[in-house]
């Protein structure tokens, strides 16, 4: 009976499989035929399966870009870039996605640990840093084995230094996993979909406006009351939007 089920868990996954395999083809022959609106329909069936990847987000990005919807090409290539910060094309067509945005928005200026976060420790997500650690974990472990059946002193010496510096390596990589997953967890960013929307000083719709947003803008989302959202901008100010005006960025 146990084999019974396992052969058909086994069947099963391969049967999901192909029919991903199916739907990302065709989706990707209907976007070489300009017909964007079916290729979306498809990828769409695809997050409807379960699966996710840097790769669809950056396709379905680039049918909503043909589209000319703002918001939601930036959101599905901002999404690649959560799964693969290295993603150079969802980079690049971010950048040109964000040029039909209207909102000009200056950011804060950067202390150089952030500009070192962002230029080297984020260009990694975490599952890639826990990949580091586990290559570097088994790279410790097989130098330390090397050491203790070396005979000669000179490649004990080296066994030994290149296994305590793997280790070293490994708490560095570890604690950055560790760090990157707590940010990604936490940091709650979303993508304006309303045209336009005031932003108001209060979770109240009779509040004051305090300024405008347009679709596309990128917002950090720091509280939730009721239907409203407490966002920041990039600039630093402050305000509550409707939830259903904007579009969490989240892969949890």
């Known amino acids: 009976m146990k084999r019974l089920f396992l052969l058909l868990c086994i069947v099963s996954q391969a049967v999901f499989s192909q029919s991903a395999e199916d739907l990302f083809a065709t989706a990707n022959e209907q976007y070489k035929l300009e017909k ?11 997050q409807d399966l379960g699966v996710s990847s840097s790769e669809l987000y950056f396709n379905l990005g680039n049918c909503y870009y043909k589209l000319n919807k703002v918001a939601p090409s930036i959101y599905n290539y901002e999404k690649a870039l959560i799964l693969n910060p290295l993603n150079e094309d969802a980079q690049n067509n971010l950048i040109f996605a964000k040029r039909l945005t209207i909102d000009n928005i200056k950011e804060l200026p950067k202390s150089v640990f952030q500009k070192l976060d962002e230029s080297f420790i984020k260009k990694l997500s975490y599952n890639e840093w826990a990949l580091v650690s586990v290559i570097l974990s088994v790279l410790g472990s097989l130098f330390f084995l090397l050491f203790y059946f070396a005979y000669t002193p000179s490649r004990k010496r080296l ?12 708490i560095t990589s570890s604690a950055l996993t560790y760090k990157e997953y707590m940010y990604t967890k936490n940091n709650i960013e979303a993508i304006v979909f309303a045209q336009q929307t005031e932003i108001k000083n209060a979770p109240t719709l009779n509040s004051e406006s305090i300024f405008t947003l347009h679709e596309g803008t990128k917002v950090k989302v720091l509280d ?12 630093g100010k402050i305000g509550w939007i409707v939830s259903e005006e904007l579009k969490v960025l989240r892969i949890f």
Do not use: G
């Open 36 to 46: 964007y609106e079916e290729a979306i329909d498809s990828y769409q069936k695809i």
């Open 224 to 235: 939730t009351v009721d239907n409203w959202k407490k966002i920041r901008i990039a600039d």
């Open 159 to 170: 066994f030994f230094v290149t296994s305590i510096l793997s280790f070293l390596l490994l």
